[in-house]
């Protein structure tokens, strides 16, 4: 059974090269990836900062953010932060 | 043929982690992963620079950077970028 990952962005420049370069590369046998655009879905935003992240692109395997470069603090998406 | 990709760390905690959970999760029929401990190549600090490295860990992929959390500055490893 696939482990799962998840991918938030927030639409940036930064964001969308790193989801299709680096998201897209996990080997999807091993992951089941979620991408999630914060922009759109803000109620998630929550769940992002409750997973340690702190911008975006962001990358949570397992339980555990990975921050990918840096396209926008979540705390400017409005979420709290 | 895969792809190249290159992970650079130093052996920092935060270097292994990412090297044991993304690194690792690449799809290995689309990328051909080196991995690249600085501290011990030195040699190869101006390549990870002339590629946008600018704090490892990190990954290159077809000679994009995407810096993944935050270990050390690469100026740091003694190579002066």
Known sequence: ???KATFYHAGC???VDAEQRLARALDRAEYAVEIVHLGEQPGRIAE???AGVKS???LVMEG???HINFGAALSDLGGGA
């Open 64 to 66: 555990n953010p990975y």
């Open 1 to 3: 059974m696939p482990h």
């Open 48 to 50: 992002a900062a409750a």
């Open 13 to 15: 420049a930064v964001c």
């Open 56 to 58: 975006v692109p962001a």
